[in-house]
């Protein structure tokens, strides 16, 4: 089993800044994607950002040029660093953590959330 434990959100002004982590712990052998998701009232869960085990990193055209994505593979960590946030990015961020077991399973785990309030 692996735990993924989140951490960052809050409430913060237009134009503010949030930085939020993911740790993920347990009976791993190897992580290989780890990504965000978003998902606001009465919309779909959405794609935010993705990095690979070798450091490619995709995002959503919404957030582009003011989310950054980074991990640190010694510690199986996930960052999302949130500058120039908008009212519209107001959502529960989840992380998301694609690997191997160590029993050599493939899964995909959660984080529980965190919640990103940006007030206008």
């Known amino acids: 089993q692996v735990q993924l434990v989140e951490s960052g959100g809050g409430l913060v002004q237009a134009g503010g800044s949030l930085r939020l982590s993911c740790a993920a712990s347990g009976s791993i052998f190897r992580i290989n994607s780890m990504g965000w998701y978003r998902q606001a009232p009465g919309k779909q869960r959405e794609l935010v950002a993705l990095?690979?085990?070798?450091?490619?990193?995709n995002y959503a055209d919404s957030v582009k040029g003011r989310f950054t994505i980074s991990r640190d593979n010694s510690k199986n960590t996930v960052f999302l660093q949130m500058d120039s946030l908008k009212p519209e990015d107001t959502a529960v961020y989840y992380c998301n953590v694609r690997g191997v077991y160590s029993d050599r399973r493939a899964f995909v785990d959660w984080g529980q959330g965190t919640q990103v309030t940006v007030s206008s």
């Open positions: 990095i690979s085990s070798g450091g490619s990193t």
